[in-house]
């Protein structure tokens, strides 16, 4: 579950949960006894869905990002390369804390005039120009190498 936190781009600094296969797994909070909720540390996705299965995501739950995916392919491991490894993707992530859904729609209409009031601070606040159609397959891969591991070669 690690994997789609980093492969999104968000920062894992906000409670989430999955749901999968009418079961919920998240980060269970200690002030709060949702006895529903299975701690995610406990589970991998390569262990709790197959090929077809689509399961949802809700991302910070003030902004309530909401996520349906769809495990399309399944795929056996190829030795001597890295994984978890990105194989496509499209468009940009929102940036964390922009707001949820109807923040970050606020936040490209700042973005997208020069002469709003707001441009230059939430500019300035992003890192520079943001393209919300632009995906970087390599940013991508980069922010999974923290979890990267290597199939063993076989040996002749």
């Not at 701690?39 to 996520?67: C, I, M, P």
């Not at 468009?91 to 859904?101: K, L």
């Not at 109807?102 to 700042?110: D, N, S």
Request: hydrophobic share 35%.
């Amino acid at each position: 579950m690690r994997v789609v936190q980093s492969a999104v781009g968000w920062t894992n600094s906000h409670l989430h949960e999955f749901e999968i296969a009418g079961r919920r797994y998240g980060m269970p909070d200690p002030d709060w006894c949702d006895q529903d909720v299975i701690d995610e540390a406990k589970g991998t996705l390569f262990r709790l869905v197959v090929q077809g299965d689509r399961f949802s995501y809700v991302y910070d739950f003030g902004d309530n990002w909401n996520h349906q995916i769809t495990v399309e392919k399944i795929l056996s491991p190829e030795p001597g390369v890295r994984y978890p490894r990105c194989v496509a993707g499209q468009g940009a992530c929102p940036p964390e804390d922009v707001g949820g859904p109807w923040g970050y729609e606020e936040f490209q209409g700042v973005l997208a005039d020069p002469a709003h009031p707001e441009h230059a601070e939430r500019l300035d606040w992003v890192g520079g120009p943001f393209d919300p159609h632009h995906f970087d397959l390599e940013d991508t891969d980069r922010a999974l190498q923290w979890l990267a591991w290597r199939p063993l070669t076989p040996v002749a």
